[in-house]
């Protein structure tokens, strides 16, 4: 849907702004294994929370999102998915070890 997309100086995104979020929100993954920060598995899982409401909300026609916060969900569930892959890999890779 193109009103969903960011449009950028006249160039729609290809992808939705949620999406576009969640992009922006993996960006931080590496920022997590350079820096070793090991931060709670339940924050990943908590972080994700915000973009199901409004994603859940919207479908179930209580009310209606927005671009912008569509995509500050989506970064904020980008990172709590960004968390969790770092937490879970680490932790599969202390088993291994
Ligand atoms: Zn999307």
Same mark, same amino acid.
């Given at each position: 849907?193109? *009103?969903? *997309? $960011?449009?950028?100086?006249?160039?729609? $995104?290809?992808?939705?702004?949620?999406?576009? #979020?969640?992009?922006?929100? =993996?960006?931080?993954?590496?920022?997590?294994?350079?820096?070793?920060?090991? $931060?709670?598995?339940?924050?990943?899982?908590?972080? /994700?929370?915000?973009?199901?409401?409004?994603?859940?909300?919207?479908?179930?026609? =209580?009310?209606? &999102? /927005? /671009?912008?916060?569509?995509?500050?969900?989506?970064?904020?569930?980008?990172? #709590?998915? &960004?968390?969790?892959?770092? #937490?879970? &890999? #680490?932790?599969?890779? &202390?088993?291994?070890?």
């Amino acid at each position: 849907m193109k *009103s969903r *997309s $960011l449009t950028i100086m006249g160039y729609t $995104l290809p992808l939705c702004a949620r999406c576009t #979020g969640i992009l922006a929100g =993996y960006l931080l993954f590496p920022i997590l294994l350079i820096t070793g920060w090991n $931060l709670p598995l339940w924050l990943g899982i908590l972080l /994700n929370f915000p973009m199901i409401i409004d994603g859940w909300t919207q479908k179930k026609k =209580y009310r209606m &999102s /927005n /671009n912008t916060l569509r995509f500050v969900t989506g970064i904020v569930c980008g990172f #709590g998915q &960004s968390i969790i892959i770092v #937490g879970v &890999s #680490g932790g599969i890779i &202390s088993f291994v070890e």
